[in-house]
């Protein structure tokens, strides 16, 4: 089965996102955006050329949110797919987006894990008795306890890992 794959698109904000509401009573980002474009010399360097400008659009959640946390100049990557539109007579290309993230090739900041911390004991099965453990959780803590570095590497065979978990 193949990996199911989208259109990516990494560049920075060229303009102040703009939250609107749209005729539905949802929420529709807008920005302009800039994509770098280089041109390789015959010595290997690099020529940094005129970027290239598109408007990048969100909807619902996703445009709350990058709202909230993306500013002008901002580097991106995002994840969605490209589209035409009419705007003013006139036939534009868009990006609509799904997903976007901070480039972390260029951009400095900080993780916080507090949610996915409150998310993962949310999880914990509630009916379990204090002190009782999964016993999958249990022999794979068991094993990563007994294997020495030499034998921690996958071994390729189903009834290897099994034997080894076994232990």
Do not use: C, W
Not at 30 to 36: M, Q, S
Not at 138 to 165: C, K, M, N, Y
Request: charged content about 30%; glycine content about 6%; overall charge negative.
């Amino acid at each position: 089965m193949a990996i199911p794959t989208r259109e990516a698109l990494s560049g920075f904000i060229a303009t102040d996102p703009q939250l609107t509401e749209t005729p539905t009573g949802g929420h529709r980002l807008y920005a302009r955006i800039g994509v770098e474009q280089f041109q390789r010399n015959e010595d290997g360097s690099f020529t940094q050329l005129e970027s290239q400008f598109t408007d990048l659009v969100m909807f619902d959640k996703a445009a709350q949110r990058t709202a909230e946390r993306f500013q002008k100049g901002d580097n991106f990557i995002a994840e969605g797919r490209s589209n035409i539109h009419e705007y003013q007579g006139e036939q534009r290309e868009q990006f609509i987006a799904s997903r976007i993230g901070h480039d972390n090739n260029r951009t400095t900041y900080t993780v916080d894990r507090s949610r996915q911390e409150r998310s993962s004991a949310d999880r914990e099965a509630p009916e379990r008795e204090a002190g009782e453990r999964d016993p999958a959780a249990v022999a794979l803590a068991q094993r990563d306890r007994t294997l020495q570095p030499e034998t921690a590497a996958p071994s390729g065979t189903v009834q290897a890992d099994r034997a080894a978990i076994a232990r």
